[in-house]
């Protein structure tokens, strides 16, 4: 397989909660507050591909941000080059060689929390794995006929989640290659050591004026810019807008928080 061929593996996976089942879960009830936490439920309908939504007021104080959004999101595909390479580590960047690669820093934050019994509440101790591309559309872990990073683990690491059910990673902002809009694969585990443990894979997307904006920076260019957009990646058709990162300006790059709701029931 030709890197120019990644994108051929990645097809739609995956189940979120049925339009029943999360109108069973939330009861008809309107406001829920469990330890601070707020919920807006979205469902993802993988029948109709659309979405519907029943909406829950996040919890609020005065001179207090809202707390991260509770929204069940689509489970898409792990794609052929996940690795488990189980290297507990917030920093992605480089692995333990020393290998590393160049491009704007990105401050990613998974907030992972339960939704069940009409609640919402944190999840602590899951592992949350995360794996990307770097800025000339490259994995590590891979033997490929055009280049050989089977050795190498950067852009490769995983964080478990702290009893507000967060975990944190420093990276970079992911470059491209032919096929598939600019992405961040991750994946959310209840128990890796387990069988019977709760397993979630997705992937995450980026708003393109933003990409735009990082691409004309070094070392972006030099892959240049003819990326393949969201709306032609059959990929991110399957995340419905709910994967799409929110992402600001940081002082050396850039950051993101992204909230996910899981069904353990």
């Not at 469902?43 to 609020?60: F, L, M, Q, R």
Request: charged fraction near 20%; aromatic fraction near 10%.
């Amino acid at each position: 397989m030709t890197h120019d061929e990644y994108h051929d593996d990645d097809a739609p996976v995956g189940r979120v909660l049925t339009r029943r089942e999360a109108l069973k879960l939330l009861g008809g009830v309107g406001v829920v507050l469990l330890g601070g936490i707020g919920c807006n439920v979205l469902n993802y309908s993988t029948s109709s591909g659309s979405a519907s939504s029943t909406e829950i007021p996040a919890a609020t104080e005065a001179g207090v941000a809202a707390v991260p959004t509770c929204i069940v999101r689509p489970a898409l595909t792990e794609g052929p080059y996940f690795v488990d390479v189980g290297l507990n580590r917030s920093d992605i960047r480089a692995d333990a060689n020393g290998n590393s690669r160049d491009g704007l820093p990105l401050y990613l934050t998974f907030h992972v929390l339960n939704l069940v019994d009409n609640a919402c509440s944190p999840i602590e101790g899951a592992q949350v794995d995360v794996w990307h591309c770097d800025a000339d559309g490259v994995y590590s872990g891979v033997q490929d006929p055009s280049f050989n990073t089977s050795n190498e683990q950067w852009l490769r690491g995983y964080q478990l989640t702290d009893a507000s059910g967060a975990a944190s990673f420093t990276t970079i902002y992911p470059g491209w290659y032919p096929g598939r809009a600019v992405h961040i694969h991750f994946k959310v585990r209840t128990d890796p050591q387990s069988n019977v443990g709760y397993d979630f894979t997705s992937q995450l997307f980026f708003d393109e004026t933003v990409t735009d904006e990082v691409f004309a920076n070094a070392p972006y260019p030099g892959k240049g810019v003819q990326y393949t957009s969201n709306g032609q990646d059959g990929i991110f058709q399957g995340s419905n807008g709910l994967l799409t990162l929110n992402t600001v300006k940081d002082t050396d790059g850039y950051k993101a928080d992204f909230s996910l709701a899981l069904d353990l029931t």
